[in-house]
């Protein structure tokens, strides 16, 4: 695949700032599960925050594929830092820039592009994951306020963002047909940020449960039309799933260069690991698999930038370099032995981390679903 | 402050280099390369200054076309323009002709500072930047740490041996030799990387430089380039084992007789 020259600059100087500011802090920020905070300050002002956004809205003027890019870097050194990232501009600035009005892109989106302020993205519940239309916060308008009420959970970023795309029922009885979506500033009234969660994970992102306690949201703060809430959702979940499999497709690749190094200079019966044909099987299925996720998910990408359908490809991108970079990381720590198996090395993180992948912004089994169901729609 | 940087680009430190059958240079078909690190610290000197004293940065590069890449990471890290010189029909490894050839570029331009790097990570000679001043008729200063900008002039640190300094005062214009490692270089950011390509790298031929072909010639100034090879070997270590007593005899014995030392 070909990339500009733009892009492919840019992917080195991400590459060039991950293993200098990020890698060395990685392993530290998994351990104390902390935010990489002084990290994101330097990638603001790199302009990483804000990479496909237009530069009048200070973006960069970049592309979904350059944002591929540059997620799958990050995700080569810390999943956390990379999935901070990819929630931050895929779930909270893009559903602004695709649905705000031009006040609310002044207002909010520009500043999460530079990444002076930064972005959540609340529509899982404790009672509702898959099943998003299921959500039970609810949005009352009274006079120029919509007041809301109700509970998300695993809120990235929650405990550091600035500002949160929220979902809530203004038709309580009309299922994902009374969803709308509102943009809700730290600052409101009846707003709280819950425990943080102790996660298996892509512990330097930062991830909490909010609540709305009588929340009141300015009118103006609607985003789009009301009731269009869920059809937002699933637009910005489409474009989320290409962030997390180049995320699946950074922590892969990451995996196997750690696993590369280790098995070159590892020696058993008398010779390096690598040279053993087990291990070379494992280093071949990594590679082909990384390859083809890596291509899917800049295809989903392509599409995407070229205005075309993506649903389908996306799901497909995301399912498949999920579950490829799962296998990857559990042969990553495979290939290191026993030292794989201890929190010293640094390949069972990525193992931990992977594991968010076939998790976040639709598991593997509703990927499956959207999947067949589109193919089936054709097919029929 | 109009400050031009010549920058070359070198092959990535770290490349496995195989020499050519007639050791005349290595093969560069399967390298990457990268700026020279020198220069890249000349370059963010550059930008630093400007910041500070306001002007502009011009970039100089001489070689093939691979060279825009790193002139556009230059443009990307804050560089105004740039020049191109493609050296492909004379390519040449001598400092002299090399300076004489960024000399005719430079003379085309008004400037107050050239800075380059201290020298080039791949011949390593540290001569072209102190010929350059000499071609352009401007003072110069070598292995610069530190400059300061003055009235009508420059005030720079200059590293000497052994962890001696030296302050030295230099009029406008002049040409300083940068040390590594005097300034942290600075990221492309993407904005910087999307305004590279709205930027001029205008590109210069010998006949626009006034130059002929006898100017470049290998071998006029009688700097030839014979070989290149691989260090031989030529000193062994032996290290002996076991009593102290017995080993120190051993010792004593190969610096008598065989080292003729004691």
């Known amino acids: 695949m070909d990339y500009t020259e733009e892009q492919q600059m840019m992917r080195d100087t991400v590459r060039e700032f991950a293993k200098n500011e990020i890698e060395p802090v990685s392993a530290e920020l998994d351990e104390k599960a902390e935010f990489p905070a002084e990290n994101f300050k330097k990638m603001a002002a790199l302009g990483f925050l804000g990479i496909p956004f237009p530069e009048e809205y200070d973006g960069a003027g970049m592309d979904t594929v350059s944002l591929a890019l540059a997620i799958e870097e990050v995700a080569k050194v810390c999943g956390g830092t990379c999935l901070s990232m990819a929630a931050h501009i895929s779930l909270c600035a893009t559903p602004i820039y695709l649905f705000g009005t031009e006040e609310q892109k002044k207002k909010y989106l520009s500043p999460l592009a530079q990444g002076t302020s930064l972005g959540s993205f609340c529509l899982t519940e404790p009672g509702s994951g898959s099943d998003a239309g299921a959500a039970k916060t609810s949005a009352v308008l009274q006079g120029d306020y919509y007041i809301l009420n109700g509970s998300k959970a695993f809120v990235t970023n929650a405990g550091v963002a600035d500002t949160f795309i929220v979902f809530a029922k203004t038709a309580p009885d009309e299922g994902t047909k009374g969803m709308s979506a509102f943009i809700v500033e730290k600052g409101f009234d009846g707003i709280v940020v819950g425990k943080k969660e102790d996660k298996l994970g892509v512990r330097a992102s930062d991830t909490h449960p909010v609540s709305f306690e009588n929340c009141r949201v300015p009118k103006e703060n609607l985003l789009g039309k009301e009731r269009d809430g869920f059809k937002q959702a699933l637009i910005t979940l489409d474009g989320g799933r290409i962030g997390i499999g180049a995320m699946a497709v950074g922590l892969a690749q990451g995996a196997m260069e750690k696993a590369a190094a280790y098995a070159k200079e590892r020696e058993a019966f008398g010779k390096t690991i690598s040279k053993f044909q087990a291990i070379g099987n494992m280093f071949a299925d990594m590679a082909t698999e990384i390859h083809a996720g890596r291509l899917m998910v800049h295809h989903a990408a392509r599409l995407r930038d070229k205005g075309k359908p993506y649903t389908r490809e996306a799901a497909m991108a995301k399912l498949f370099a999920s579950e490829a970079a799962m296998r990857a990381t559990k042969n990553a720590i495979q290939i290191f032995g026993g030292y794989g198996f201890c929190m010293d090395y640094p390949v069972e993180r990525y193992w931990r981390d992977a594991k968010l992948t076939v998790i976040g912004e639709g598991t593997s089994e509703v990927l499956r679903v959207i999947i067949s169901r589109e193919i089936l729609k054709e097919l029929a | ?262």
């Open chain 2, 1 to 262: 402050m109009k400050i031009i940087v010549c920058m070359k680009q070198v092959p990535v430190k770290d490349s496995l280099l195989k020499i050519t059958d007639d050791g005349s240079w290595v093969h560069e078909t399967d390298l990457n390369y990268e700026i020279n690190e020198s220069d890249h610290y000349a370059l963010e000197e550059a930008l630093r200054l400007k910041e500070a004293h306001s002007g502009e940065v011009v970039l100089l590069s001489m070689g093939p076309e691979r060279v825009r890449e790193a002139i556009k990471q230059g443009l990307a890290k804050g560089a105004d323009r740039a020049i191109h010189i493609d050296n492909s029909s004379f390519t040449t490894q001598d400092p002299f002709v090399n300076a004489r050839v960024l000399a005719a570029a430079i003379k085309r331009e008004e400037f107050d500072l050239v800075l380059s790097g201290l020298q080039t990570d791949d011949y390593g000679s540290a001569q072209t930047g102190v010929i350059l001043a000499e071609n352009l008729g401007v003072p110069s200063a070598t292995i610069v740490m530190e400059i300061q900008k003055q009235n009508g002039g420059i005030k720079v640190k200059r590293e000497l041996e052994s962890g001696w300094f030296q302050w030295v005062e230099l009029p406008l214009p002049s040409l300083l030799t940068i040390q590594s490692g005097i300034n942290q270089i600075r990221y492309a950011t993407i904005k910087g990387i999307m305004m590279a390509k709205k930027k001029e790298i205008k590109a210069l031929g010998l006949s626009e430089l006034g130059l002929s072909e006898s100017d470049v010639e290998e071998g006029q100034t009688g700097l030839v380039f014979s070989k290149i090879y691989v260090p031989e070997k030529t000193k062994k270590t032996e290290i002996f084992e076991g009593d102290p007593r017995e080993v120190a005899q051993k010792l004593a014995d190969k610096l008598k007789n065989e080292a003729k030392v004691i």
